[in-house]
């Protein structure tokens, strides 16, 4: 972020204002993490701030600092509209396009309030008065640290602000194995357990929570697993079906389709998941070295992402997305088996 922006919103902040932070649909543990540690931090600097997500996270997930304040629109629309109209600054984190908001998109985009953009994702609409775009960091969690030393109030940090941007960094770096992992990430998380956060604590509360009926669906999942050696690529799938038999609950395919990447050769992942209710199979594509599942999923699935980590969806049946899938390989055969 340029000087003169960072000078320009300590002027803004100089003064008391009526703030909304929006994650992206669907938020993960960036994107719960990053919001909540910019709420603690502005809420020190007396600023009115609350946090509308779009709808409902994984059970997880709640257990962060301050998590219970947090408004979901699709549930409480009339309330949320209300916040968005007569917010005087809107920051949205962890997300760069406003279709990334689910039904927030028009409210968001008919909004007259200041908007600040703080997200490591690629190809940014500029929406923003004030944008804090970098593709290269590990996450949101990691741009909000840098922010808030940007400003000059690193001494701010707190137990409750450390535990929140721990969690992001975490959850978006898995659990610090991925490449966009540095030794600036490892600084910072350093200096976040000085501040308190429980590495270990947080560690269980997101990885240990797993129900019986989680577990059994994880199963499914695996031996739905499919690969295709000669495009070194992996994929899953899970029906609605399946899903119902299980008791789906939102978070219990999260991190599913990196058991595809971890087959020995595998370059490529996927899974598909079948959802009913929204009329749309969900897509999550993961993927090793220099192979852009970011490009992948916007040329045809209508998403995007990161270089090994992106989302998509599609109108199709769940065959006919998987018989899609399987159908543009062989025009990514040349990049796959180089990898």
């Known amino acids: 972020m340029k000087k003169q922006d960072i000078t320009n919103i300590k002027a803004l902040l100089s003064n008391k204002n009526k703030i909304v932070i929006v994650p992206h649909k669907n938020p993960d543990g960036d994107a719960v993490g990053s919001t909540m540690g910019l709420y603690h931090y502005l809420q020190k600097k007396n600023q009115d701030v609350i946090v509308i997500a779009p709808n409902d996270y994984p059970h997880f997930l709640k257990w962060i600092p301050g998590e219970s304040t947090i408004l979901?629109?699709?549930?409480?629309t009339k309330m949320c509209n209300n916040y968005i109209r007569e917010a005087d600054i809107i920051f949205t984190l962890d997300f760069n396009a406003f279709h990334r908001a689910g039904n927030m998109e028009h409210m968001l985009a008919h909004s007259t309030a200041l908007k600040i953009m703080i997200d490591h994702h690629q190809a940014p609409d500029p929406y923003a008065t004030y944008m804090y775009s970098d593709v290269t960091m590990s996450s949101t969690c990691e741009m909000v640290f840098n922010f808030i030393n940007m400003m000059g109030d690193e001494e701010l940090i707190d137990e409750n602000i450390a535990t929140c941007l721990y969690t992001g960094i975490m959850t978006d770096t898995g659990s610090f194995r991925f490449p966009c992992t540095t030794s600036e990430t490892h600084k910072i998380i350093s200096k976040l357990i000085k501040k308190g956060a429980n590495n270990s604590q947080i560690h269980n509360n997101i990885y240990d929570t797993?129900?019986?009926?989680?577990?059994?669906?994880?199963?499914?999942?695996?031996?739905n697993l499919k690969v295709l050696q000669d495009y070194k690529t992996a994929y899953i799938t899970l029906s609605q079906e399946e899903l119902n038999k299980y008791n789906y609950k939102k978070g219990d395919t999260e991190g599913i389709v990196n058991y595809g990447l971890s087959v020995q050769g595998i370059v490529l992942a996927a899974i598909f998941i079948e959802d009913k209710q929204e009329g749309i199979i969900k897509i999550s594509l993961r993927s090793k070295g220099h192979f852009s599942v970011n490009e992948m999923s916007r040329a045809h699935f209508d998403g995007g992402g990161h270089i090994n980590a992106a989302g998509g969806k599609s109108y199709l049946s769940l065959k006919e997305t998987v018989d899609k899938f399987?159908?543009?390989l062989p025009s990514y055969k040349k990049a796959l088996t180089n990898e």
């Open 72 to 76: 979901k629109h699709d549930l409480q």
């Open 210 to 223: 797993n129900s019986f009926e989680a577990l059994q669906l994880l199963g499914c999942a695996l031996t």
């Open 326 to 328: 399987i159908s543009i």
